[in-house]
């Protein structure tokens, strides 16, 4: 048993037994950036997206709409709400800019480079995405496809042109400390998930590898592996791209970006739990799992009683891209008068029951790694109460009956959301030590970026169907295994999801840049 069983048991614990450091505050005044800095280097602006389908392979103006879209800032937002950082807002050092992804706590720790091949439209190199800027920062020039290649190993279709995910963990951890981990971890999922459900209304694939050799590429990006951990490369089915380059050998010296990020905190802390965890999960690809091996790990039948059929989903009012720039989270703005329709609920629950990450471990036919439940307090038609969602059925199953009002405000820890003013609360469970045990520890990021693509489905499927939304991680786990009857069991409530109707005319103000 590994170390990511002791983290995932002190994560699902940390509303009893706080982590440590139990009396760290974060120096706001110091706060990193929150987005890489390499000076020196050259950006390129990216083009205006192109509407309509790409045919099934990417474009220059394509991956300028997908980067956009996601982790691209699209608008300033300036509302009225609960959340703790209402009085900065006005200051516009500390403006809240809009994106379609979203981020525990709204730090955007991910970085995304491109490792460009030859026959794409940019001269071949690696590059590093600027979101404040939507541009491409050069960081090397060259074709380095091949050690991304011989990273990734054997078995996975060829590209020239790849995407890769990181995490700068001081951008996390300035706040979260030990948690920093488990928080970027769904950060990483939620990115892939924008992704997803952008490209498949194109007609394009995103296909993510979560196991690779996991220093070679820190040491092609000029990172070091303990502060920036590389979480996940995608490949890309490119117009026009050339054949791409077998993989290669570690040569020496191997080619490697030599621009440094600048950080501007003056004081970067390191945290012993969260630097045991990344080097607990480091990844090699002969470790990826084979075939099934997740099988282990599926979710159970749901539990509760007799079947609460619920009617067909609604069809959204507004598309995925749409849907993602009216992403936000509703920060105590829900209202308990307007009861959510059940067919509006029905389609949120089906669209969560079916994210998933679609990574290597994963593959197209993989078993479902979550449940969900749903905490139902005003919607048309169906009883208050807690229920286990049936997704084969499209059915609720009644495990506590009852108004859940009390309990859910009881057992939350902040004050940025009233849970009984909701119109439900869903809560995606994952069977964490089941994965564990069946693909080790790098298992771990495989269970939060799961749970990370599930919250970004729930956001965009609230906002495509005109619903309040807001996900939070500051709850008592444990009491909600007790409440649901999974005590006992290794399925673990790892995010609270609140659905409903936001009051009717809203102080707000809101400035599109994109």
């Known amino acids: 048993m590994g170390f990511a069983h002791d983290y995932a048991d002190a994560i699902m614990h940390r509303g009893r037994v706080p982590m440590e450091p139990v009396d760290f505050v974060p120096d706001w005044a110091d706060r990193p950036r929150d987005a890489k800095f390499y000076p020196g280097a050259e950006t390129l602006p990216l083009p205006e997206p192109e509407p309509?389908?790409?045919?099934?392979?990417?474009?220059?103006?394509?991956?300028?709409?997908?980067?956009?879209?996601?982790?691209?800032?699209?608008?300033?937002?300036?509302?009225?709400?609960?959340?703790?950082?209402?009085?900065?807002?006005?200051?516009?050092?500390?403006?809240?800019?809009?994106?379609?992804?979203?981020?525990?706590?709204?730090?955007?720790?991910?970085?995304?480079?491109w490792v460009a091949g030859s026959g794409g439209p940019l001269v071949p190199g690696v590059y590093h995405y600027a979101p404040h800027q939507h541009g491409l920062r050069r960081l090397l020039s060259g074709e380095v496809g091949a050690e991304v290649r011989g990273a990734l190993g054997a078995g996975l279709p060829d590209s020239g042109q790849y995407l890769v995910l990181?995490?700068?963990?001081?951008?996390?951890?300035?706040?979260?400390?030990?948690?920093?981990?488990?928080?970027?971890?769904?950060?990483?999922?939620?990115?892939?998930q924008t992704w997803r459900l952008w490209a498949r209304e194109r007609g394009l694939r995103i296909a993510p590898v979560l196991w690779f050799d996991e220093e070679r590429l820190a040491r092609l990006l000029g990172v070091v592996p303990r502060e920036e951990g590389i979480f996940a490369v995608v490949p890309l089915e490119w117009e026009g791209t050339a054949p791409a380059l077998p993989p290669s050998a570690p040569v020496a010296p191997a080619p490697?970006?030599?621009?440094?990020?600048?950080?501007?905190?003056?004081?970067?802390?390191?945290?012993?739990?969260?630097?045991?965890?990344?080097?607990?999960?480091?990844?090699?690809?002969?470790?990826?799992?084979?075939?099934?091996?997740?099988?282990?790990?599926?979710a159970g039948p749901p539990a509760g009683g007799a079947p609460v059929p619920l009617p067909p989903a609604a069809p959204p009012v507004r598309e995925v891209t749409a849907a993602l720039r009216a992403r936000r989270s509703s920060f105590g703005r829900f209202d308990a008068s307007r009861a959510v329709a059940a067919d509006r609920l029905a389609a949120v629950l089906a669209d969560c029951a079916a994210a998933t990450v679609?990574?290597?471990?994963e593959g197209p036919d993989g078993p479902r790694l979550t449940a969900l439940y749903v905490f139902v307090n005003h919607v048309e038609g169906v009883e208050p109460g807690a229920y286990a969602y049936d997704p084969d059925g499209?059915?609720?199953?009644?495990?506590?009956?009852?108004?859940?009002?009390?309990?859910?405000?009881?057992?939350?820890?902040?004050?940025?959301?009233?849970?009984?003013?909701?119109?439900?609360?869903?809560?995606?469970?994952?069977?964490?030590?089941?994965?564990?045990?069946?693909?080790?520890?790098?298992?771990?990021?495989?269970?939060?970026?799961?749970?990370?693509?599930?919250?970004q489905t729930f956001y965009t499927a609230a906002a495509a169907h005109d619903l309040g939304a807001g996900v939070a991680l500051g709850f008592d786990n444990i009491s909600y295994a007790e409440e649901l009857g999974l005590t006992g069991t290794d399925e673990a409530a790892l995010l609270i999801m609140l659905l409903g109707h936001e009051r009717s005319r809203p102080a707000d103000f809101r400035h599109e840049i994109a």
């Open 166 to 192: 990181s995490v700068k963990y001081w951008q996390n951890a300035f706040k979260y400390n030990n948690f920093s981990f488990h928080a970027v971890s769904m950060d990483v999922g939620t990115v892939l």
């Open 358 to 361: 679609g990574s290597d471990a």
């Open 394 to 455: 499209h059915a609720l199953r009644l495990v506590v009956p009852g108004p859940p009002g009390p309990f859910l405000q009881r057992n939350y820890f902040l004050s940025n959301y009233n849970l009984e003013q909701a119109g439900a609360v869903l809560v995606p469970t994952v069977r964490t030590a089941a994965v564990l045990d069946a693909v080790g520890d790098r298992g771990y990021r495989l269970v939060g970026a799961t749970v990370g693509a599930v919250a």
């Open 256 to 298: 490697a970006v030599r621009h440094r990020d600048a950080e501007r905190s003056r004081t970067v802390l390191t945290f012993e739990t969260a630097g045991r965890i990344h080097a607990a999960t480091l990844g090699r690809a002969e470790d990826r799992p084979g075939p099934g091996a997740l099988d282990a790990a599926a």
């Open 52 to 113: 309509g389908a790409g045919d099934g392979v990417f474009t220059l103006p394509l991956l300028s709409g997908m980067l956009r879209d996601s982790y691209g800032l699209t608008g300033r937002r300036l509302g009225v709400q609960a959340n703790t950082d209402l009085a900065a807002l006005p200051h516009y050092t500390h403006a809240n800019w809009s994106r379609g992804t979203a981020s525990g706590g709204g730090l955007y720790p991910v970085g995304v480079y």
